[in-house]
């Protein structure tokens, strides 16, 4: 019987709600498979910060490099600055184990209602592919003449050639496993003369080696107005760490919901956990109300499954996650339910665990 050490960091606000939801379950299941989830919980994040200082302590890295995988819920507080917290944990830990690919599908959940009208939203099977270790995000800049007039603030994006090339080869690569085997890459290079150039010269390059792969460029602002108004041009996407950021809450909103929408950010070579995530954060404004929907989170562990090899488990727990949204009852505020966190994971764990769950029903996830 397989078992796999998951580090699970729930965080902030709503993560370690939709965290626990998650978990329950990812392990109903395990157990309704015939496999084991050995969890250990970190109580990392802003309440860890005000007792020690810092957001997880500093051989967090070594203990986690440990585990198979990585179950974060979400970083953001009211008090500490966001770029502490979100620099204090999940950068470190991307940028530290070479997390670079942040995968994030968006595919219309059956019976959930998009803000586009159905003959557009039902077309919508999307993976974004953002690079997540440097370009707008990389960490490079500074202040100076702090509280004087002149004073200047510097954020530099940084492309390497070997950090844009492995982020778009896994998007080929991904791109080739689809019936559609299209991707479009987002630029930006009107605008900015260097990065995005070289962006758009390593994705030319690449193209040339995956002839079987259709591909377009799509400047980032049009790319918004693409994916609102001709929602099935688009297939598998990549994009720089801040527009594959942007546009993938712009995905969630299109799909239905930022509570829906699920990532993980991966290390291709499987020298490092990978870990992940919801899209969304930690949600200050209904933390506490048991209303968060845990969807986000569930459908991060079935892409965790995925990753560690359990796809069978996949399936299953996003089978589950469809047939409560088609059934349309037991759903949270987000998608127009008056059903709380718990009733949501209890309808899911009910679903995963029928035998006669279809399976095949909804495959169109990643496919
Ligand atoms: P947010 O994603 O936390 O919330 C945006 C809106 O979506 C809110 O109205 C919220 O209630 C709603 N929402 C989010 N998740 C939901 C769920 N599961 N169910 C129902 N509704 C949900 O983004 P916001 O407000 O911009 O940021 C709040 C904090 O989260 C900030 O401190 C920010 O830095 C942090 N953040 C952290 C991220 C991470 O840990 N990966 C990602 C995004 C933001
Ligand atoms: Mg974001």
């Given at each position: 019987?397989?078992?796999?050490?998951?580090?699970?960091?729930?965080?902030?606000?709503?993560?370690?709600?939709?965290?626990?939801?998650?978990?329950?379950c990812l392990?109903a299941v395990a157990k309704y498979i015939g496999?084991?989830?050995?969890?250990?919980?970190?109580?990392?994040?802003?309440?860890?910060?005000?007792?020690?200082?810092?957001?997880?302590?500093?051989?967090?890295?070594?203990?986690?490099?440990?585990?198979?995988?990585?179950?974060?819920?979400?970083?953001?507080?009211?008090?500490?600055?966001?770029?502490?917290?979100?620099?204090?944990?999940?950068?470190?830990?991307?940028?530290?184990?070479?997390?670079?690919?942040?995968?994030?599908p968006?595919v219309m959940l059956p019976g959930v209602r998009?803000?586009?009208?159905e003959?557009?939203?039902n077309?919508i099977n999307?993976?974004?592919?953002?690079?997540?270790?440097?370009?707008?995000?990389?960490?490079?800049?500074?202040?100076?003449?702090?509280?004087?007039?002149?004073?200047?603030?510097?954020?530099?994006?940084?492309?390497?050639?070997?950090?844009?090339?492995?982020?778009?080869?896994?998007?080929?690569?991904?791109?080739?496993?689809?019936s559609?085997?299209?991707?479009?890459?987002?630029?930006?290079?009107?605008?900015?003369?260097?990065?995005?150039?070289?962006?758009?010269?390593?994705?030319?390059?690449?193209?040339?080696?995956?002839?079987?792969?259709?591909?377009?460029?799509?400047?980032?602002?049009?790319?918004?107005?693409?994916?609102?108004?001709?929602?099935?041009?688009?297939?598998?996407?990549?994009?720089?760490?801040?527009?594959?950021?942007?546009?993938?809450?712009?995905?969630?909103?299109?799909v239905g919901?930022?509570?829906i929408?699920a990532?993980?950010?991966?290390?291709?070579?499987?020298?490092?956990?990978?870990?992940?995530?919801?899209?969304?954060?930690?949600?200050?404004?209904?933390?506490?109300?048991?209303?968060?929907?845990p969807i986000?989170?569930i459908w991060?562990g079935a892409m965790?499954c995925s990753?560690?090899?359990e796809k069978v488990a996949s399936s299953r727990l996003l089978a589950a996650v469809a047939e409560v949204a088609k059934a349309n009852e037991v759903l949270?505020?987000?998608l127009?339910g008056?059903g709380?966190?718990?009733d949501v994971t209890k309808a899911i764990i009910d679903a995963l665990e029928r035998d006669d769950l279809d399976l095949e029903g909804f495959n169109r996830i990643g496919s």
């Amino acid at each position: 019987m397989g078992k796999y050490k998951i580090a699970a960091i729930g965080g902030d606000g709503i993560g370690p709600e939709v965290m626990e939801s998650g978990l329950k379950c990812l392990d109903a299941v395990a157990k309704y498979i015939g496999f084991e989830f050995l969890v250990e919980r970190f109580p990392w994040g802003s309440d860890y910060y005000r007792a020690h200082g810092q957001m997880m302590p500093e051989n967090a890295l070594e203990i986690l490099h440990g585990f198979d995988s990585i179950y974060f819920g979400a970083v953001g507080d009211n008090e500490i600055p966001d770029d502490v917290t979100l620099w204090g944990l999940r950068l470190v830990i991307c940028q530290g184990f070479g997390l670079y690919a942040n995968v994030r599908p968006a595919v219309m959940l059956p019976g959930v209602r998009s803000p586009l009208r159905e003959e557009l939203s039902n077309k919508i099977n999307w993976v974004m592919v953002r690079e997540n270790s440097e370009g707008e995000y990389a960490g490079v800049g500074g202040r100076s003449h702090r509280g004087f007039a002149e004073e200047i603030a510097i954020d530099a994006s940084l492309f390497s050639r070997v950090g844009v090339e492995r982020i778009q080869r896994f998007a080929f690569d991904l791109a080739r496993t689809r019936s559609e085997k299209h991707l479009t890459c987002v630029t930006k290079s009107n605008a900015q003369r260097f990065g995005m150039v070289l962006w758009d010269e390593i994705f030319a390059q690449l193209a040339q080696e995956y002839p079987d792969v259709k591909t377009d460029k799509v400047l980032v602002d049009a790319a918004t107005a693409r994916m609102v108004l001709n929602p099935s041009s688009l297939d598998v996407i990549v994009a720089s760490n801040l527009h594959g950021d942007i546009l993938s809450d712009l995905a969630a909103a299109l799909v239905g919901s930022l509570g829906i929408a699920a990532s993980g950010n991966l290390d291709p070579s499987g020298n490092n956990p990978s870990m992940f995530e919801p899209v969304h954060g930690s949600a200050p404004d209904i933390v506490g109300a048991g209303i968060a929907n845990p969807i986000a989170a569930i459908w991060s562990g079935a892409m965790m499954c995925s990753h560690l090899g359990e796809k069978v488990a996949s399936s299953r727990l996003l089978a589950a996650v469809a047939e409560v949204a088609k059934a349309n009852e037991v759903l949270t505020r987000d998608l127009g339910g008056a059903g709380t966190t718990e009733d949501v994971t209890k309808a899911i764990i009910d679903a995963l665990e029928r035998d006669d769950l279809d399976l095949e029903g909804f495959n169109r996830i990643g496919s």
